[in-house]
């Protein structure tokens, strides 16, 4: 099993986008929070099944969170 690092970001309209750092251009979106968790699950596996049926490497997880303080 491999855990990549997924950002979630809140849309204008409720929404979340969703994407995977490590995964040029593995985004998905969902209506919550857990929908798109479900949503980028997929996309994460279909971007490895394409990469995989292309012959490309699947990048190793690598990306990390951290957050800073800043004075407001």
């Known amino acids: 099993m491999i855990e990549y690092l ?3 970001e809140p849309e204008a309209d409720g929404r ?3 994407w995977a750092p490590d995964l ?3 985004v998905s979106w969902g209506s919550t929070r857990e929908e798109a968790t479900d949503h980028i699950r997929e996309a ?3 971007w490895i099944e394409s990469a995989k049926a ?3 490497a699947i990048p ?3 990306s990390s ?3 800073v ?3 407001g």
């Open 6 to 8: 997924v950002v979630f």
């Open 16 to 18: 979340f986008s969703i």
């Open 24 to 26: 040029p251009g593995c």
């Open 44 to 46: 994460v596996e279909l």
């Open 54 to 56: 292309d012959g490309e």
């Open 60 to 62: 190793a997880p690598g």
């Open 65 to 67: 969170l951290s957050y």
């Open 69 to 71: 303080r800043v004075t």
